[in-house]
T-cell receptor, first 115, second 115 residues
Framework: AQSVTQPDIHITVSEGASLELRCNYSYGATPYLFWYVQSPGQGLQLLLKYFSGDTLVQGIKGFEAEFKRSQSSFNLRKPSVHWSDAAEYFCAVGILTGGGNKLTFGTGTQLKVEL | EAGVTQFPSHSVIEKGQTVTLRCDPISGHDNLYWYRRVMGKEIKFLLHFVKESKQDESGMPNNRFLAERTGGTYSTLKVQPAELEDSGVYFC?????????????FGSGTRLTVV
């Protein structure tokens, strides 16, 4: 069965430090991969997505992610974290059905930023 | 462009009562999705509309849940009668195409609490 694993439930980093959030997926076909962020009181905002092509994907807010097929991973990175990045981050894989795609999400990683 | 709008933002109801959640997708988006996050768990797919038709309702938990999309515009999700385990955050998302090439735009969610 398809699944997404985000092994880190909580991560704390200092402002200005680099960040890497891990995501591993299990899916038999070529995956459509997404990272979303949810700030308190807000909806899920798309950070970036990967469908094909260049395996290093640039997103909004200075985030990037790298697709590694051999490791079934799609880790999210940011070189310098800002206090406003504190939020919950979700990795998701698009599961192809006859009628389209539906998302399977990981359990999320809660990011805390220390000033 | 207005985003995906959901209301109410919060609802507290007693077990056995009925609740109706509403989602207004982005204008022109034929594809509308419902997802749910039960506390502490991952966000899970409930169903997918293409215009007014249910494309995939494989994630609907049981027949106490009824989703409709009148005229292919807004959608409602009714829970009748509500049970304690129905508590969670219900997200709606919309997209122009069924493959998520535009990444799916999510609403802020409705937090449902059944007491």
């Amino acid at each position: 069965a398809q699944s997404v694993t985000q092994p880190d439930i909580h991560i704390t980093v200092s402002e200005g430090a680099s960040l890497e959030l891990r995501c591993n997926y299990s899916y038999g076909a070529t995956p459509y991969l997404f990272w979303y962020v949810q700030s308190p009181g807000q909806g899920l905002q798309l950070l970036l997505k990967y469908f094909s092509g260049d395996t290093l994907v640039q997103g909004i807010k200075g985030f990037e992610a790298e697709f590694k097929r051999s490791q079934s991973s799609f880790n999210l990175r940011k070189p310098s974290v800002h206090w406003s990045d504190a939020a919950e981050y979700f990795c998701a894989v698009g599961i192809l059905t006859g009628g389209g795609n539906k998302l399977t999400f990981g359990t999320g990683t809660q990011l805390k930023v220390e000033l | 462009e207005a985003g995906v709008t959901q209301f109410p933002s919060h609802s507290v109801i007693e077990k056995g009562q009925t609740v109706t959640l509403r989602c207004d997708p982005i204008s022109g988006h034929d594809n509308l999705y419902w997802y749910r996050r039960v506390m502490g768990k991952e966000i899970k797919f409930l169903l997918h509309f293409v215009k007014e038709s249910k494309q995939d309702e494989s994630g609907m938990p049981n027949n106490r849940f009824l989703a409709e999309r009148t005229g292919g515009t807004y959608s409602t999700l009714k829970v009748q009668p509500a049970e304690l385990e129905d508590s969670g955050v219900y997200f709606c998302a919309s997209s122009q195409d069924r493959w998520g090439n535009d990444g799916y735009t999510f609403g802020s969610g409705t937090r449902l609490t059944v007491v």
